[in-house]
């Protein structure tokens, strides 16, 4: 049974950093392309970030380019997401899953950009 568990979020003033991580059990981590998305209240779930199950390319939505950064650690079954220069149209609720996405979704990790 796959299981993804994403944490370190929190409530950051806009231009802060966080990271957000994710562990992965359950499945063969290092065969499969992983993305971070996000849902914000009233919107649909996006994709923000994927990194090819290698970590050698990474790809972002325009939204965030140049201030997100994925990558991933295969030996420790484990995906990050360092965000920097925050804003406020960055809150949401924070989820890895694969890329494209299993059916399955994690808990999730809230961000909030606010002054």
């Known amino acids: 049974q796959v299981q993804l568990v994403e944490s370190g979020g929190g409530l950051v003033q806009p231009g802060g950093s966080l990271r957000l991580s994710c562990v992965v059990s359950?499945?063969?981590?290092?065969?499969?392309?992983m993305g971070w998305y996000r849902q914000a209240p009233g919107k649909q779930r996006e994709l923000v970030a994927e990194?090819?199950?290698?970590?050698?390319?990474?790809n972002y939505v325009d939204s965030v380019k140049g201030r997100f950064t994925i990558s991933r650690d295969n030996a420790k079954k484990t995906v990050y997401l360092q965000m920097n220069s925050l804003k406020p149209e960055d809150t949401a609720v924070y989820y890895c899953?694969?890329?494209?996405?299993?059916?399955?979704w994690g808990q999730g990790t809230q961000v909030t950009v606010s002054s």
């Open positions: 899953n694969r890329s494209p996405a299993l059916a399955y």
């Open positions: 359950g499945t063969a981590f290092s065969m499969y392309a």
């Open positions: 990194v090819t199950y290698s970590g050698n390319r990474q």
